[in-house]
């Protein structure tokens, strides 16, 4: 009888300070859920506040996610009306194998830069540069692709009117080389006409 009590009293101790110890954890974790929720607030307020387009999406163009500065730049008056469509979709038709060879290359754990072009729901095309970069799971697998996009078609503009300009000068410069021949040509012909004609005088008079 002794014994079963002192037995008793021994496992109601241990019974407690299991409880305890299992109310500590459950605190412990409930504490980490919280610490973790507030990352996750804090990180997508900074994503959803960027003003650049950060994107997520998987190896077949799927967008995962969109912050709103994306979404504008798509002409999508919301982001999540374009979760589940496919980024490709958006691509001009011309920068899409690029774009696809670049999608590849990050999936294969490289980070890369691209200059593409984009049509909007609107129609708008647009110039994009866009930095990718694998995103990773725990266990270290790639799972998407994380694109941080900024709009550079005002860029462009400068750079293409920059061109036009110095190719009218490049013209300009043949222009003149070839004018500046042919007044050379001309002058050297009324010189050479001078001696020419006196000379022809002078065999006429001879004659």
Known sequence: MGFLLLFGLIAGGLLLRTRKSLGTERRRLRE?????????????????????????????????????????????????????????????PADLPSYRTLTDHVFQGRSETLQFRIRGL???????????????????????LLGITRDITDRKRAEEADMQVRRRQDQLARLCRVLSAGEMASALGHELNQPLCAIMNYAETIE
């Open 32 to 92: 980490l859920e919280q610490v973790l929720k507030e990352k996750e607030y804090y990180l997508r307020t900074i994503i959803l506040s960027e003003p650049e387009c950060v994107k997520l999406h998987k190896a077949d163009g799927t967008i995962l996610e969109i912050n709103p500065a994306g979404a504008a730049l798509i002409e999508s008056d919301t982001p999540g009306t374009l979760l589940g469509t496919c980024i490709y979709s958006y691509i001009d």
């Open 122 to 144: 609107k129609g708008t095309t647009r110039w994009m540069e866009t930095r990718a970069t694998p995103m990773r799971d725990r266990a270290n697998n790639i799972i998407a």
